[in-house]
């Protein structure tokens, strides 16, 4: 089972980057964040043609958020099996950021922040993406400015954490990168987890 965590950036400007990436990964379970979109214009129809169930609290501004599931319809729960998906903007380690010395003093990056952040995995969550490649530099986030992109000075800021339960279950973690260099694409890139089904 593949998880994503997708900040679109504004799902009515997004919308065919999004159809376009569902249509080329097939994720499982897709979890937006800036929808940026009230209630009553998320493009619910647009979604389900292409093959997926969905839930969703739209807002306007940076708000609003939605669950995709790839042939099924999404149940909100209370219970475990648990992944806390979304851009956190935390950048949780040096390794997390290009050029961490021009990041010391910005809210993603202050002391207390971070600190916050592991506390999170002090109390048993596990951090997909980092635990799956310890040692690597791997971002999220590209601003629009200053070529950030093309020259790689990125944010590891989107997150997906694990409870024990399905922590035991990871399979693979990575980010959708070149999703960040189509045209008209959102600043943040598709970051996604991969489970083995319960029971295998």
Known sequence: MRIVTYNVNGITARLPNLLRWLDESA?????????KAPQEKFPELAIRAAGYGVIW????SWNGVAIL??????VEMRRAPVVLAGDYNVIPTERDVYKPERWVDDALFRVEVREAYAQLLRQGWTDAVRTQHPDAQIYTF???FRNAYQRDAGL???????NPALAARLEQAGVDRDVRGWEKASDHAPTWVEVRD???
């Open 198 to 200: 319960a029971g295998r």
């Open 57 to 60: 609290h739209g807002q306007k």
């Open 142 to 144: 590209w601003d629009y």
């Open 27 to 35: 994720p499982d379970v897709v979890c937006l964040q800036e929808l």
């Open 156 to 162: 590891r800021i989107d997150h997906l954490l694990l």
């Open 69 to 74: 599931a790839r042939g099924r319809e999404p």
